[in-house]
């Protein structure tokens, strides 16, 4: 079914103005405007679910902040914040009715009687596949992540003893992270890389657990995972 266009919408291009600031959820004032863009106003009566990329938003109608989504409405929650993620960089908002109708307000057009997969006319070059630019930043920023790991790696800091992880695993050889989770005899439970890395930290190297939310354990983890670009991935294999 095609989506309806309701007139009256907002300027082209105003729903993005409205998400400078927006990071996190947005503002409050953010947030009602947003809200607005699909008529629902009344906080008390709706409350509102983001997306992973904080540029996606959908109001559910009848369920007040705090209240739990009852399962049904939250799994179409799901799907048309799944559904939405294919405008890569666009700001949309949605809201789902009471009758499970659905909303969309994007590119300052508000549309009603929406169906998951359906079309949008939004501006094709506010979304789509990544940028050369933002591609180039993206790997660079990857690059300085995997540069560290690599330091680190052949590094005898990460110790108390003078070895370093290279000494055993030159290149990374024999880790094989494409592999995690699995059950490690050694931990006698199921594990992530990072608690193998640690092992291995606190035990050949006699060293201190690196936490996992280190930048350390970050930039280990990277260099580690990119000697092994392109394999498949195979979980609990041996």
Not at 78 to 99: H, K, P, S, W, Y
Not at 195 to 212: F, R
Request: glycine share 8%.
């Amino acid at each position: 079914m095609k989506a309806k266009w309701i007139s009256g919408g907002l300027a082209l291009g105003a729903v993005a103005a409205l998400a400078i600031g927006a990071s996190v959820g947005g503002t409050s004032a953010t947030l009602r405007a947003r809200r607005a863009l699909v008529g629902a106003e009344d906080e008390w009566a709706s409350r509102t679910v983001w997306a992973c990329d904080q540029r996606k938003l959908v109001v559910v109608e009848g369920v007040r902040p705090g209240e739990r989504i009852p399962r049904e409405r939250a799994q179409l929650v799901a799907d048309v914040l799944q559904d939405l993620m294919r405008f890569c960089n666009e700001e949309i908002t949605a809201r789902i009715g009471i009758d499970q109708s659905i909303t969309v307000a994007a590119n300052g057009r508000v549309y009603e009687d929406y169906a998951l997969g359906g079309a949008l006319p939004i501006v094709k070059t506010s979304f789509g596949e990544p940028t050369k630019r933002e591609e180039a930043i993206w790997k660079a920023e990857l690059d300085k992540v995997v540069k560290e790991g690599d330091r680190l790696f052949h590094s005898d800091e990460i110790g108390g003893n003078g070895v370093a992880c290279a000494m055993c695993h030159p290149h990374a050889a024999n880790t094989h992270p494409e592999t995690y989770p699995k059950f490690q005899a050694q931990l006698k439970k199921v594990a992530l890389l990072r608690d193998m890395v640690n092992w291995c930290v606190e035990n050949p190297l006699e060293g201190k657990p690196i936490a996992a939310d280190d930048p350390r354990m970050l930039a280990l983890e990277s260099y580690i995972l990119a000697q092994r670009a392109g394999k498949a991935l195979q979980a609990g294999k041996h």
